[in-house]
């Protein structure tokens, strides 16, 4: 009696042991896959929780157990990954939003949506030609352009026409548009405005002074000395 309890104790504490080395096992290398995943940068958002207990669903699926003949037999270890692990496996969600934003695309490559999410969780989904991409940012609107004013939208006024009636520019010897420049001429001398029409000049102070359609500025000597007379109905200055 005593024989056999000692023998189920012994089996018992075997097996415990077997039972924490493939704990160990299975944790050894989900964390030599998540940080393979972190320095190739395809954890996807994922935190170390998440990933270990998709990890050790992953190895449980590829384990089996192999019974001894004869008797208890210990668990067989974890069987190794077929390929290295270069990261991990997406998660349905994962898989189910990238098929949403390529949802055209992957329709009108002929896949339906379970093919395309089964390849996407065994990491071997491929995006046909298409698939959506981002809108080219509009160009960008072209600044106004400097007038040499500070508001640009404001621009100098049109500078007024001449007058029709103004009288055309003097062309004889000794005539001027103006008084001063007559003045300039004959310093101190009476300044005349000559009707060139009726070769009549006037004397400043009257009705006619600078008043008529065609006429200019001079000096009265050269006046005289063109031909012109003085208005009979002024008096000289």
């Not at 944790?27 to 896959?33: A, E, L």
């Not at 600078?210 to 008096?235: I, L, V």
């Amino acid at each position: 009696m005593r024989a056999k309890t000692r023998l189920v104790l012994a089996i018992t504490i075997f097996l415990g042991t077997l039972s924490a080395v493939g704990a160990q096992s299975v944790m050894k290398q989900c964390g030599d896959q998540w940080q393979a995943a972190k320095q190739a940068g395809t954890t996807n958002g994922e935190t170390w929780p998440q990933f270990l207990k998709e990890c050790r669903a992953r190895l449980a699926s590829t384990t089996s157990a192999t019974p001894a003949q004869g008797g208890f037999a210990p668990a067989a270890p974890a069987a190794a990954p077929s390929a290295p692990a270069t990261g991990y496996t997406k998660t349905a969600s994962q898989c189910n939003a990238e098929y949403t934003a390529n949802k055209a695309a992957i329709k009108a490559s002929g896949q339906t949506k379970r093919e395309f999410v089964a390849a996407c969780r065994a990491g071997s989904e491929t995006l046909p030609q298409g698939a959506a991409a981002p809108a080219p940012a509009p160009a960008p609107t072209p600044a106004p352009t400097q007038s040499g004013s500070l508001f640009p939208w404001q621009q100098p006024a049109a500078p007024a026409p001449a007058p029709t009636n103004a009288s055309p520019a003097p062309t004889g010897a000794g005539q001027f548009s103006s008084m001063q420049e007559a003045q300039g001429r004959c310093p101190g001398a009476t300044i005349v405005w000559v009707n060139e029409h009726s070769h009549i000049y006037h004397f400043a102070g009257t009705r006619d002074f600078g008043n008529t359609k065609r006429g200019a500025y001079m000096c009265e000597a050269d006046a005289q000395a063109a031909g012109n007379r003085a208005a009979k109905n002024e008096r000289h200055p």
